[in-house]
């Protein structure tokens, strides 16, 4: 921090286990990389190379080595270990990962079926060489799971070894944890909660009102994914009560209630 200010909520710090930022990268080149490390790259902790981009962007080993330097885990999105699975190619996977020099994957299922025994096998065995993450949900509008189910799967993945379990959203934010309107699955997300401990989800959070609605209902060190890399430090403010959204969010009830009133008249 720049300067001291008080009534700014206590933050975990790198290497954390809760409050993590996930960055997703979707293409940017070598000098766009430089410049989210020099800006925010603090504040960041995992570095998600979007779907399948991985496959397409220039001077890959490169990016991914200074991103690593700065000491965020990155991995490659789950769309891309799906594409391999569908192909039989797991083992080619493998070889991929390795030769990149990662240490952090993604499982999903959310463009493919893979059932849930053989999904927590991939996990299983992943977790012996990598730190695991896991995506719940389906990319596809319209399809429903029970909250039941959620956390069932949830659970499952955790057991069978995931770091943390992503709850899907995609990249619009309009799917899996919310509705086409980009709003909360309000009742789901508390039932998930009231089951899972929150340190071990990440909500895939890309609009600024879910995040805002996650940190409301979570906290500041709630786990928050698919942040855009121009959004990190607005994220961050929004996490502090440094930006509108949440500015009364950790002030002592009476100032706050105070501010109110004198606002309202």
């Known amino acids: 921090m720049n300067y001291s200010l008080s009534h700014i909520p206590s933050r975990t710090t790198k290497p954390r286990e809760d409050g993590v930022t996930m960055v997703m990268d ?18 960041i902790d995992i570095l998600k190379l979007g779907f399948g981009t991985s496959f397409l962007t220039p001077n890959l080993k490169e990016k991914i080595a200074l991103y690593q ?29 390795d030769s990149l020099g990662l240490d952090t994957v993604e499982v999903s ?28 949900g389906s990319k596809e509008s319209g399809i429903l799971i029970s909250p ?7 659970r499952t993945e955790l057991d069978a070894g995931s770091w943390k379990v992503i709850a899907e959203a995609r990249e619009s934010g309009t799917v899996g ?6 709003h909360a699955h309000t009742a789901l997300v508390n039932k998930i909660l009231a089951k899972i401990p929150a340190e071990q989800i990440l909500w895939e959070a890309p ?9 409301k209902q979570v906290g500041a060190n709630v786990n928050l994914g698919n942040i855009a890399p121009d959004e990190v430090i607005p994220l961050e403010t929004l996490r502090l009560g440094l930006r509108g959204d949440t500015f009364f969010q950790y002030l002592p009830d009476a100032l706050a209630e105070k501010l109110r009133q004198v606002k309202a008249e």
């Open 26 to 43: 979707k293409g940017l080149s070598i000098r766009q990389a430089e410049d989210l490390i020099g800006s925010a790259g603090q504040l």
């Open 69 to 97: 330097k700065a000491g965020m885990k990155v991995y490659l999105g789950g769309t891309l270990f799906e594409a391999f699975v569908a192909r039989g190619k797991f083992k080619d996977y493998r070889k991929l990962v």
């Open 109 to 136: 299922d959310g463009s493919i079926n893979i059932p849930t025994k053989e999904k927590c096998k991939y996990i299983s065995d992943l977790a012996k060489h990598f730190t695991v993450m896991s995506e719940v």
């Open 148 to 154: 039941a189910k959620w956390v069932s799967m949830m």
């Open 177 to 182: 944890i919310y509705r086409p309107s980009g």
């Open 207 to 215: 609009q600024k009102s879910q995040q805002v609605w996650f940190i």
